[in-house]
């Protein structure tokens, strides 16, 4: 580790562990999140906390990350080089990005809440399935 700091140019920050209020304060400060992963099944957290903070993120080249993840983001093969341009690429475009983060986020919580309120219908209906079965009163 002490060889890569010495090699990380010097607007590079290696934080280690910080409290959850600095970890979001940071993210929040940050022109543009990276997260990478050489796992194709992976969806990275940091990209979640980035969409969560409205931050541009810049993602390996996945069909999940793809799917998941499809405003806002610059995605990269995870090469030197590729993840060097990526990065240009994001800063570059960071207020579009931005602006499709933003977006994102709104659908994402879109999404989220119809899954939930579907969900909460289908544990209705098994409580009233159950309740009937017990002879209960069900209601409506």
């Known amino acids: ?47 979640y906390e980035a969409v969560a903070a409205g931050r541009p993120i810049v993602l390996s080249n996945s069909p999940i990350n793809r799917t998941y993840f499809s405003q806002g983001v610059v995605y990269t093969d ?8 990526s990065i240009r690429c994001a800063l570059t475009h960071r207020r579009r990005l931005e602006a499709e983060i933003r977006l994102l986020r709104t659908d994402l919580a879109a999404d989220f809440d ?23 009163e069900v209601e409506g």
């Not at 995870?78 to 341009?85: V, Y």
């Open 114 to 136: 119809c899954r939930i309120e579907a969900l909460s219908a289908i544990l209705r209906r098994l409580s009233a399935s159950q309740k009937q079965r017990r002879g209960g």
């Open 1 to 47: 580790m002490d060889s890569l700091r010495r090699l990380a140019p010097p607007n590079v920050v290696f934080t280690g562990f910080v409290p959850d209020e600095d970890y979001v304060g940071m993210m929040k400060a940050c022109d543009v999140v990276v997260d990478l992963s050489t796992r194709e099944d992976c969806l990275v957290c940091g990209a």
């Open 78 to 85: 995870n090469t030197p080089d590729g993840i060097a341009e």
